[in-house]
């Protein structure tokens, strides 16, 4: 079952890393960013970065970072709770940063995933990313990274006038 259209996503604040550390554990482990680099995300917030958040009663359940420097975007992170797994958040996330990126003028989505993680591939194939490449080793216990992309169209940012 998916709720994608209406699941609320809201921009991260400060207050929000200790819980976003919190789940980042929970569902990346050995690989999980800790409260500073939460934070250092944080910092380049708007400039090069986008952080959203998807919370429930008991605090963030999902959230995703986007990182845009000129013509490209890549998200950096998207994260969901395992009990929220399969419920649609992971796509909701992606594309609320995929919107942002055009917004900023991004005409690229890249990021990256590991090859052994099935359910996040086809979530991503789903919303028009393909490989372009692999970095061979590239996560620990030496798993691959498989380098995805989308070409993006221009969006209006908010608020600017139609041509």
């Not at 554990?25 to 939460?38: I, S």
């Not at 995933?113 to 789903?126: F, G, I």
């Not at 590239?138 to 798993?143: E, T």
Request: aromatic content about 4%; glycine content about 10%; charged content about 25%.
């Amino acid at each position: 079952m998916t709720a994608e259209a209406s699941v609320p996503i809201h921009p991260a604040v400060t207050d929000d890393v200790p819980a976003l550390a919190r789940l980042e554990t929970a569902v990346m482990g050995a690989d999980a960013w800790g409260e500073q680099a939460l934070a250092d995300e944080l910092a380049g917030v708007p400039a090069t970065r986008t952080v959203l958040v998807v919370e429930e009663a008991g605090g963030p359940v999902a959230y995703g970072v986007l990182r845009a420097v000129g013509q490209t975007a890549e998200v950096q992170r998207i994260v969901v709770h395992p009990s929220r797994q399969r419920h649609g958040l992971g796509g909701a996330v992606l594309r609320a940063l995929t919107v942002n990126a055009q917004r900023r003028g991004c005409s690229e989505l890249l990021l990256e995933v590991a090859a052994d993680n099935a359910p996040a591939r086809a979530l991503y194939a789903a919303h028009g990313l393909v490989e372009i490449a692999r970095r061979r080793g590239y996560y620990s216990a030496g798993r691959d990274a498989l380098v995805l992309r989308r070409p993006l169209e221009r969006r209006r940012p908010y608020g600017e006038p139609r041509a």
